[in-house]
């Protein structure tokens, strides 16, 4: 894990915390692609996190979620990963990750891996009970509604399939972008439509998924945006990749880093 990011805030961690009490102990987890390519988002969350009243850690024996282990079929490696990360976020009062993919697979996926172990499927069961994407948590369960953030120009948004069809991440993030000063946000024709990423699909499918993406960044350039929003990492590299390589000018953030302030940081792709 980025060495800064994992020992950003280390607090204690209470072993019972109360089922009733509002979530205010979170856990971040930080998810593989924003530790090794753009840990400014961690830093972000922790940011939206601490701002709406949250403790927030980081735990450092935090290990990928299992997701592509999960998507070629290989059950066993990812409930070998799943169980560290259960005992990795015992404790906590909730699990926010800033990416719907990852935290579909610890709130969605999870449970199922241990149907022959009624012990862990327990202990998989709490984990995904408290598991949440960034911007619901906030949004949902915290009932933010405004954030201290300002954007000069356009966005357009895009919804990730994850969060969106998992998770039922949709007006959350737009409903906070809506209180950024300076920034207004111009729709897609299709924001649902899936960029193309998907994953271990991108590897397996590189032409299917050149002409998906092809298409998104179409829909992109027709929205006359200057920025591309959305809250996943690596929907944000799919996309961005495409738009660098046909020479546009949108850049393209992940949607905690402009409510966070930190906007001025270099777009995804660009060079720090």
Do not use: W
């Amino acid at each position: 894990m980025h060495p800064i990011l994992a020992t950003a805030i280390l607090v204690p961690v209470s072993k019972q915390p109360s089922p009733t009490a509002r979530p205010r102990r979170v856990a971040l987890f930080v998810t593989c692609l924003v530790d090794l390519f753009r840990p400014s988002i961690g830093f972000a969350a922790v940011k939206l996190l601490e701002d709406a009243g949250c403790t927030v850690e980081v735990p450092p024996l935090q290990v990928c979620c299992g997701q592509p282990a999960y998507n070629s079929g290989d059950r066993a490696t990812t409930r070998a990963i799943a169980v560290q990360v259960i005992n990795a976020f015992e404790g906590y009062d909730a699990v926010v990750a800033p990416s719907g993919s990852c935290g579909g697979m610890l709130s969605h996926h999870y449970p199922g891996l241990f149907d022959d172990d009624p012990a862990m499927k327990l202990r998989a069961e709490s984990l995904a009970g408290r598991s949440y994407e960034l911007m619901a948590f906030l949004v949902d369960v915290l009932g933010v509604e405004t954030v201290a953030a300002h954007y000069d120009g356009t966005v357009t948004y895009h919804d990730s399939c994850s969060g969106l069809r998992e998770l039922g991440v949709k007006q959350q993030p737009r409903r906070l972008l809506a209180a950024v000063k300076g920034l207004s946000v111009r729709e897609m024709k299709t924001p649902e439509v899936c960029c193309g990423f998907g994953g271990t699909f991108c590897v397996k499918y590189p032409e299917i998924s050149n002409a998906m993406v092809g298409e998104k960044s179409a829909d992109i350039a027709g929205t006359g945006a200057g920025t591309l929003l959305a809250g996943d990492l690596g929907c944000l590299m799919n996309m961005a990749g495409k738009l660098q390589r046909e020479g546009s000018p949108v850049r393209v953030r992940h949607v905690a880093e402009v409510l966070a302030g930190m906007g001025d940081l270099p777009a995804i792709g660009e060079p720090g």
